[in-house]
């Protein structure tokens, strides 16, 4: 399942990890941190953060220095839950689910191609088998 989950959803899951893993004030990771775990830059971790935080699972300080990001009671909920991991997932379905309509028009052309050829090699077949039949019916009536 997880394998399929885009790298935006991994890292809103990973931050919120990070961030729940403290085990104080003082521990709450930096942006330094987040950019040597999530191995990104700091205007990424930050969208992040602010979405997250627009979420009510994190608190963003960005008057502090170095900035830190504080978890949420709710985003530990998130956490628990894998509530970004089972989104991506859902995400990714329902974007698999609109391909479905797609391979299967290009598999129903594919396969009236190959039945085109395949009956156009048979008719071959049958008009040489028609043409040596004629011409064993023309030996055999003088």
Request: glycine share 2%.
């Amino acid at each position: 399942m997880r394998l399929f989950v885009s790298k935006k959803y991994k890292a809103k899951h990973q931050l919120l990890a990070r961030c729940y893993n403290s085990k104080d004030n003082n521990s709450f990771p930096t942006i330094d941190e987040l950019k040597i775990l999530l191995k990104t830059d700091e205007k990424i971790i930050l969208m992040i953060g602010h979405e997250l935080q627009s979420n009510g699972h994190v608190h963003v300080q960005t008057y502090t220095n170095p900035p830190r990001i504080l978890c949420a009671p709710e985003g530990a909920n998130a956490y628990f839950q894998e509530y970004y991991l089972n989104q991506g997932w859902e995400n990714f379905k329902t974007d698999a689910f609109k391909l479905v309509p797609i391979i299967l028009s290009l598999l129903s052309l594919l396969l009236s191609i190959a039945n085109y050829i395949s009956n156009n090699k048979q008719q071959v077949k049958l008009d040489s088998l028609e043409k040596q039949t004629e011409q064993v019916q023309n030996k055999v009536r003088p």
